[in-house]
């Protein structure tokens, strides 16, 4: 072989390799970050220290999906307009999966929980549905379902979520689609009554304890719906 054919082969063999290392994507996942902290004050949100919100995050509101690079990514929680971070966290994304990260407790105690979203499509006619327990001073709670006077468990004895309890409860349960009533009791007495919640075919859905018991305004007792589709 003469030496420009082995010039050009090793040519060829080099711009292969890199086209290969270059041009091939990065895995990426998916992320929603909630601010469920019922006394933290609106929040910035960066990732590998990259801001990604435009506007502040709010208590009791979702950014919705964000698409982030795989693997371990540095989360902080700033104050809004500051480098004053409530929470940094090197957290661990899988490929190609759906996550929620909830900023959650007082703010004194702020931390993060990470929970897998299942978005596998519900059956037909069917909605899926789970809860979480992210109110920091409310008692261990039981949520169900009224119809009349009649009350329905659907999620039984949770207490206030540690990672530990919110990775064993982020499963979705898949319910009818239709109007509910649900009812949130704290030994056998009835804390908090939500009419009207309709559950759409198809939708998957997160409910989460928010506030404070004796809170006032936005920190008052409630639960929030987080849609996932």
């Not at 990426?28 to 006394?39: C, F, K």
């Amino acid at each position: 072989m003469k030496l420009y054919q082995i010039l050009i082969a090793l040519f060829l063999s080099v711009s292969f390799f890199s086209c290969d290392k270059d041009d091939t994507p990065q895995a990426t996942t998916s992320v929603n970050i909630v601010h469920a902290s019922p006394d933290a004050p609106g929040v910035d949100l960066l990732v590998d220290n990259v801001k990604v919100n435009t506007a502040a995050l709010n208590f009791p509101d979702a950014t919705g999906y964000l698409k982030v690079f795989a693997g371990t990514r540095n989360i902080k929680v700033n104050a809004t307009g500051t480098s004053n971070s409530v929470i940094n966290a090197n957290l661990t994304f899988a490929a190609d999966k759906y996550y929620s990260v909830f900023a959650y407790n007082q703010l004194a105690s702020i931390g993060a929980i990470v929970v897998e979203d299942n978005l596998t499509v519900p059956a037909t006619g069917q909605a899926h549905i789970r809860f979480f327990h992210l109110s920091p001073n409310a008692p261990i709670v039981t949520v169900g379902t009224l119809s009349g006077a009649t009350f329905t468990p659907v999620f039984a004895n949770r207490s206030f979520e540690t990672q530990a309890t919110a990775s064993a409860n982020q499963n979705f349960t898949p319910v009818p689609a239709g109007t509910y009533t649900f009812d949130v009791q704290a030994n056998g007495t009835s804390a908090l009554t939500l009419p009207g919640i309709v559950l759409q075919a198809g939708k998957i859905y997160t409910v989460f304890a928010k506030g404070l018991v004796g809170g006032q305004g936005s920190q008052a007792l409630g639960a929030q719906i987080v849609i996932h589709n």
